[in-house]
């Protein structure tokens, strides 16, 4: 079966800092795409990160990175320079070839000024 | 422009009566997907579809069942509601793995659905 965890319901981190959010996911597949996406309290969805299993490279995106190990299953996310704004859920998750995309459950990302 | 639009936003119903959420996409993709949220957050995929056909049914109960008259539109409908049916429900489309940059799914806004 093709599952996503997500080991950290709930994190916190002062405003300014760095944070890492952990995911695995377990796929016998060797060709997928892997995503993080934020959910806010305004309850929107919103890609934050994208990374095709088939590149070496971790993907960036301004103040948001992975770190992506395939061998491994892994695939977490580090915030820089954390903003109020960052504050929400979280989410990992990945698209089978079935353009199937099946999610974490989620962690709560708390940002303390 | 919104580019995938579910209808209406919120919606409070009592047991046992029959409801529609719409969900139109304006992206072009061909996949479109239903999601369920709990209290939990839990995110579960519960339909997909792709060009018009389902291609995905996550053991969703016969009650709950998806019409895509075309590509950009997938509603659901559900009958018979009950009180674990109060969740907010996504809808979602995608390019797929051909997508290239557009792989990603997008997501409506959601609609909470409240059975009481």
């Known amino acids: 079966a093709q599952t996503v965890t997500q080991s950290q319901p709930e994190m916190s981190v002062q405003e300014a800092e760095t944070v890492t959010l952990s995911c695995t996911y377990d796929?016998?597949?060797?060709?997928?795409?892997l995503f993080w996406y934020k959910q806010p309290p305004s309850r929107q969805m919103i890609l934050v990160i994208r990374?095709?299993?088939?590149?070496?490279q971790n993907a960036t995106e301004n103040r948001f990175s992975v770190n992506f190990q395939k061998a491994a299953k892994s695939f977490s996310l580090k915030i820089s320079d954390s903003q109020l704004g960052d504050t929400a859920m979280y989410f990992c998750?990945?698209?089978?070839?079935?353009?199937?995309?099946?999610f974490g459950p989620g962690t709560s990302l708390s940002v303390i000024p | 422009d919104t580019a995938v639009s579910q209808t209406p936003k919120y919606l409070v119903t009592q047991m046992g009566n029959d409801k529609s959420i719409k969900c139109e996409q304006n992206?072009?993709?061909?996949?479109m997907y239903w999601y369920k949220q709990d209290s939990k957050k839990f995110l579960k995929i519960m339909f997909s579809?792709?060009?018009?056909?389902?291609?995905i049914n996550e053991t969703v109960p016969n009650r709950f069942s998806p019409k895509s008259p075309d590509k950009a539109h997938l509603n659901l409908h559900i009958n018979s509601l009950e009180l674990g049916d109060s969740a907010v429900y996504f809808c979602?489309?995608?390019?797929?793995?051909?997508?290239?940059?557009?792989?990603?799914?997008?997501f409506g806004q959601g609609t909470r659905l409240t059975v009481v």
């Open positions: 979602a489309s995608s390019q797929g793995r051909t997508g290239g940059i557009d792989t990603e799914a997008f």
């Open positions: 796929t016998s597949e060797n060709n997928y795409y």
């Open positions: 990374q095709e299993a088939y590149k070496q």
């Open positions: 998750a990945f698209m089978t070839s079935y353009d199937k995309v099946i």
């Open positions: 992206l072009g993709h061909d996949t």
């Open positions: 579809y792709n060009n018009k056909e389902l291609i």
